[in-house]
Nanobody, 121 residues
C-alpha cells in the first residue's frame, strides 16, 4: 500500500554533486522519520543520514559537512544533497521511512528500490 520511489542517482566525477529524492505514496498518516542508507557489495548496509518530522537531522561521520538531508512533509518526500562526492561514496543508496498508517497505529518500516550512485576518480 505504501511505496517509496527514489530518483536522482547517476554517474558523477569526484568533487561533483548529486541530489537524491525519495517520495512516499499511499495511505499515510504520518512519517516520523526518514533515512538514507547505502550499501556496497560485500559490506553491510550503513546509515548515511536521518531526519525526523521536526527537521532534526543526524549524519554519519563520513557524510558530515558534505551531505545534507531534508524533507518536504507536504509532499512526503526526503532529499539527500550530496556535495564534494568521493569515489568511496559509490554505492546503492536506499531510502527508508518509518510510516504511521493511521492515528494511534503502529509504525512500519518501508524501503525504496535503491538508486545507484557512482563517483569516478
Amino acid at each position: 500500500q505504501v511505496q517509496l520511489v527514489e530518483s536522482g542517482g547517476g554517474l558523477v566525477q569526484a568533487g561533483g554533486s548529486l541530489r537524491l529524492s525519495c517520495a512516499a505514496s499511499g495511505r499515510i498518516f504520518s512519517i516520523p522519520a526518514m533515512r538514507w542508507y547505502r550499501q556496497v557489495p560485500g559490506k553491510e548496509r550503513e546509515l548515511v543520514a536521518s531526519i525526523r518530522n521536526s527537521g532534526l537531522a543526524n549524519y554519519a561521520d563520513s557524510a558530515k559537512g558534505r551531505f545534507t538531508i531534508s524533507r518536504d512533509n507536504a509532499k512526503n518526500t526526503v532529499y539527500l544533497q550530496m556535495n564534494s562526492l568521493k569515489p568511496e561514496d559509490t554505492a546503492v543508496y536506499y531510502c527508508n521511512a518509518e510510516v504511521q498508517l493511521s492515528w494511534g497505529g503502529f509504525e512500519y518500516d518501508y524501503w525504496g528500490q535503491g538508486t545507484q550512485v557512482t563517483v569516478s576518480s
